[in-house]
């Protein structure tokens, strides 16, 4: 009798582009889909595995329990069978509020504080006693901040200008508001007198209100005639009404308002730790919980292993497996107070991956979204060994990678392709390495890189002086001008503190391109997020002599059934949510109305269907040309007008945003991994943006691990030698070429990828 093969079976998978897909997939394996981007991978993976696998394990609970949780629609397929339990770790960047550090999303600062609650001495009380989000712990003068905010005199009034000109700069407090006219009206202040020829005691009034003690009546006039009320002066009253109070919970006001117009600074009660100078008093052995929040990670651990309380113990033993998950993964230098909002993407990559690591489950379906994503070459290695330890766990772990090393790691390939978008779709090989014979990624596997050998002439710089962000130490350098200069180094060497910060806050006119979301919908196309869908309305409207809201599907134009979003979602209660095409409107969301028009013999749906090719040859306006050519120069040209920027894959939506960008005829780009997400052969096609945009006299600057770019640039600058405390420091500067006689740590894989084939 034949051994049964214990493998997910999945048939006729057509989630998205993917065209009747059958696999069966091993278990207790490394699984490595591969392929270029849009040819299908997240679809099988994200889209259909791990969707289904989420919706049936909700089935094991209760319907009134089920109705509470993330409820998930079958995926289109046929059959999907032998799934387990599985664990994502997405591409998507960590997003925390101000408050989330690396101690709050690991889960290890509630057993801080109750280690401080039961050994610390002298003895405070509970251990939510020890946070500065309780009533105690919280520092008194900065609420549990850390830092003090406070009104700015220069940003908020111009001292030039009356009260009737808006002297004052934050809008509550002007004209436009009622406390503005309230100022103007009450017969204190002259409104038409400018601010800075006020005598003064008048000045002092106005700004700071009346000395202590005293009362000065100013008037409120209401149409039952004036009011009494007491002028408490205009900072004061600012900080009363705007810092002292939740603003979320006020109408017309921001935060990003009230910041504009204030200054934030380190309390000088509690240090920054935002904690009570009384819980700052609690220590063990001689530390307290601020101390221990600012030790690296590696030094922490020295401190946990160091207790000796037999309570104690049990308690730092529960909290050292999460520490030194972290280390392993090679972020030893960073410590627990760590603002996640501050991690490169190496460093939170890393972290969300050693959050899911704590487990010891097994026969788990381990998804990992490019896990290469944001890592030096150097540090591959460690990540390489952090899968297999997963996988001799007796678990299933499936990874979606365009990185060399990782896919040589795999027990098995799964490339999908040919293409991308309609052009892919499908499985083009499933198997061993060894046995990869045809297909894009077969093409690569003997990939050398090539050094630039004639880079650009330098004439000028970009000048940085003693920068000191974060752990920069006191770097001066000069970045050369209209040149491809690339900046590497390991995580956490300093990169994005000396680009996105010292350099940006020099050089604040830089276009800059970052890792960050672009804020996906279901109703954000291609063509609307480029900006190009009010020309085609536009165009259509002048043709046809109707409104240009006729022809968008999120105003006159909508399907009156389905209100312009192409499906329907009936309410079935506690069932499995039910999508339903549209069948007034056949899914594409307009009126027949709208349909009824059209432009060139195409109507607005045809015209949404042209892929970016197909476009280049329909328009012939200029400015709608200039953009659907930005989108083909990134490699977009396969992807319709109308296709949603939510069914995009993330290498597509990097490109996306990069197209947006390079429209802009700026002299400085700031790139933060742009080929992150992209198979090498997508990569050739963004060099070469890269290539014009300087052969245009722009200057292009990437923060970059990818070694074909970097043999590419005219100078690369590498910040290291390691991260945290041990990095900082400027320990390259020089052409491609001289790098191979470096010997730092990209400069090593620099020397392996020029004898030998290398990642991508």
Known sequence: MSEVKDEIILRGLQENNLKNVDLNIPKGKIIVFTGLSGSGKSSVVFDTLATESRRQMT???????????????RPHADLMQNLSPVVVVEQRSLRGNSRSTVGTYMDINPLIRLLFSRIGKPSIGSATDFSSQSSFGRCPECGGFGEVIAPDLDKMVDLDKSLREYAVQFKPLSPSGWQGNWMMTCGLFDPDRPIKDYPEEKLQLLLYGPREGEKVNAPFHTKHGPQKHDWDGLLPRFTRLYINRDISKLKGVSQDDVLAVTTQFLCPTCQGSGLNPKVLECRINGLNIAEYDQLELKELLKELANIKDSMGESIALQAIPHIKQLVDMGLGYLSLSRKMGTLSGGEAQRVKIARHLGSS?????????????????????????????????????????????????????????????????????????????????????????????????????FTINRASNHNLKSVSLNIPKNVLVSVCGVSGSGKSSLMMEAFLESYPETIMVGQRSIGISNRSTLASYMGIMDDIRSIFAKDTGQPAGLFSFNSLGACPVCKGKGIIKPDVAFADPVTIPCEACGGTRYSDVALSYRYHDKNIVEILDLTIDEAMSYFKLPKIMKRVNTLKDVGLGYLTLGQTTSSLSGGEIQRLKLASQLQKEGQIYLLDEPFLGLHIKDNGKLLEVFQNLVNKGNSVIIIEHNLDFITASDWVIELGPGGGKQGGQIIFEGTPEEMLDAETLTAKWLKKGVRKPTRF
């Open 361 to 461: 489950l097994n026969n788990i379906t381990y998804i990992f979204d490019e896990p290469s994503a944001g890592l030096h070459p150097e540090e591959v290695d460690m990540l390489i060994q952090m899968l297999k330890n997963l996988k001799d766990q007796h678990n299933t772990v499936i990874v979606i990678e365009h990185d060399l090393s990782v896919i040589k790691a795999a027990d098995e390939i799964i490339e999908m392709g040919p293409g991308a978008g309609i052009n892919g779709g499908e499985v083009v090989y499933q198997g061993k390495i060894e046995e990869l014979k045809e297909s894009p990624t077969a093409t690569l596997l003997n990939h050398k890189l090539k050094i630039n050998k004639n880079p650009r002439d330098l004439k000028g710089y």
């Open 59 to 73: 089935l094991n609970y209760p319907h009134y329990v089920r109705y509470q949780m993330p409820r998930y629609e």
